[in-house]
């Protein structure tokens, strides 16, 4: 099966974000990784619904919506109605995460759980049977261009075995320091999604496409 390439616009072009959208949707992503950062839950401030909302038009792809905020519960509806597809809150915030991701599924949206490099792998069964995607963050949250955590790959290697055994069709996502060295050593582990910034929008427009592809593994 081939894994699904998530590009991260946080390091896309701002000053052209809805035609980077677009070039990624035409270079053949599957997804478009929208990383949401208050400056409270993580060291930065990134972009909001509105910014969401105005490049929805841009790309019929899934929008894989990451929130790296807290608190969660009192924007999940703004998210929802600026068209993510897919949102991901972290098992680390002060919110209630179980709500949290009750409260996206009450919206017809998928939902997922982000875990941090320093948190155990294990907490992600409590929510096995409300959730449709796994972030394994193999960077400290926050800003992007990290170095990759390789201590991800056992979490990867768990938690696709944990998911196997459940039944349960659970997308697996790796996020942080992926590229083209690393990448088929997470795939390999189980990663059925890769998030990639940085290497995706290396290069230029011109690029994009091809680096999807060697991503993918094509």
């Known amino acids: 099966?081939?894994?699904?390439?998530?590009?991260?616009?946080?390091?896309?072009?701002?000053?052209?974000?809805?035609?980077?959208?677009?070039?990624?949707?035409?270079?053949?992503?599957?997804?478009?990784?929208v990383d949401v950062m208050d400056g409270h839950f993580v060291p930065n401030i990134t972009m909001g619904p509105n910014v969401v909302k105005s490049v929805r038009d841009r790309s019929d792809l899934p929008f894989d919506v990451h929130l790296m905020i807290d608190p969660v519960q009192p924007y999940i509806e703004n998210f929802v109605d600026a068209g993510s597809?897919?949102?991901?809150?972290?098992?680390?915030?002060?919110?209630?995460?179980?709500?949290?991701?009750?409260?996206i599924k009450s919206f017809g949206v998928k939902a997922g759980l982000a875990?941090?490099?320093?948190?155990?792998?294990?907490v992600a069964k409590q929510y096995m049977?409300?959730?449709?995607?796994?972030?394994?963050?193999?960077?400290h949250p926050g800003f992007g261009g990290q170095k990759f955590i390789p201590s991800a790959l056992k979490k990867l290697e768990a938690l696709r075995k944990e998911i196997d055994q459940s039944g349960r069709s659970i997308e697996l996502e790796i996020d942080g320091g992926v590229d083209f060295d690393n990448v088929q050593s997470t795939i390999d582990a189980g990663a059925d999604v890769i998030v990639a910034g940085t290497t995706t929008f290396k290069g230029g427009p011109d690029k994009y496409a091809n680096n999807i592809e060697q991503l993918r593994g094509s």
Not at 7 to 14: E, V
Not at 94 to 100: A, F, L, P, R
Request: aromatic residues 4%; glycine residues 2%.
């Open 1 to 33: 099966m081939s894994v699904k390439i998530s590009p991260s616009i946080l390091a896309s072009d701002f000053s052209a974000l809805g035609d980077e959208v677009q070039r990624i949707t035409s270079a053949g992503a599957d997804y478009v990784h």
């Open 85 to 103: 597809n897919i949102i991901s809150v972290h098992h680390e915030t002060n919110d209630d995460t179980k709500s949290c991701i009750q409260k």
């Open 115 to 122: 875990i941090n490099p320093e948190t155990e792998w294990e």
């Open 129 to 139: 049977e409300d959730i449709d995607m796994i972030i394994v963050m193999s960077v």
